[in-house]
């Protein structure tokens, strides 16, 4: 079966790096999707890699290797409005998304 | 702002009731999705319109009935609900169905359905 992991929830202090994980097993891959989603909020896109490597976007990278069907996000200089979901989703040969749980990611001061 | 809009943000509705869920999208774009999301679940895929068209549907129960006038405009039809429907239900939109690049997904605030 078709399936994403990524941590529950996560910790991380104000000013910091925190580095979300996600792995994948998908029938096929035709690139990664993260999405950030504040609590009660839309989620908003963050990123799309279909090709191995890290991209950067301000505070927020995201890095993806297909050999080994994993995913991170990394956020830079923690900001208390970083206190979101994060949620990871990979298309699939059919262009399916496949979505994970998201990680629930709480910043103290 | 995304661009989505969906009313009502909130419902509460009984198992006997007949109720719609409306979105929006002022993006131009030619897809169109509902989603269910609940608590540390993975969203889950309801159905799919692609220039009107419904493209796919994940084995919805009946008692969830889409519609789609036009490609700007996306109903949810609800009826003889049950409890465990209750979740919050997202409506998307996307430059086309196809993933990749112009896959990016405009998502609504959602509509927290609440069944008693």
């Known amino acids: 079966g078709q399936n994403i992991d990524q941590p529950t929830e996560m910790t991380a202090t104000e000013g910091a790096i925190v580095q979300i994980n996600c792995t994948y097993q998908t029938s096929g891959f035709n690139g990664l999707f993260w999405y950030q989603q504040h609590a009660g909020e839309a989620p908003t896109f963050l990123s799309y890699?279909?090709l191995d490597g890290l991209e950067e976007k301000g505070r927020f990278s995201s890095f993806l290797s297909r050999s080994k069907g994993y995913s991170y996000l990394l956020l830079k200089e923690l900001q208390m409005k970083d206190s979101a979901s994060y949620l990871c989703a990979a298309i699939d040969s059919n262009y399916q998304l496949i979505w994970g749980a998201g990680t629930k990611l709480i910043i103290k001061p | 702002e995304t661009g989505v809009t969906q009313t009502p943000r909130h419902l509460v509705m009984g198992m006997t009731n007949k109720k719609s869920l409306k979105c929006e999208q002022h993006l131009g774009h030619n897809a169109m999705y509902w989603y269910k999301q609940s608590a540390k679940k993975p969203l889950e895929l309801m159905f799919v319109y692609n220039f009107k068209e419904q493209t796919e549907n994940n084995s919805v129960p009946s008692r969830f009935s889409p519609e789609c006038p036009n490609s700007s405009h996306l109903f949810l039809h609800l009826h003889t609900l049950q409890p465990e429907d209750s979740a919050l239900y997202l409506c998307?939109?996307?430059?086309?169905?196809?993933?990749?690049?112009?896959?990016?997904?405009?998502f609504g605030e959602g509509s927290r359905l609440t069944v008693l």
């Open positions: 998307a939109s996307s430059q086309d169905a196809a993933g990749g690049p112009s896959g990016e997904l405009f």
């Open positions: 890699n279909v």
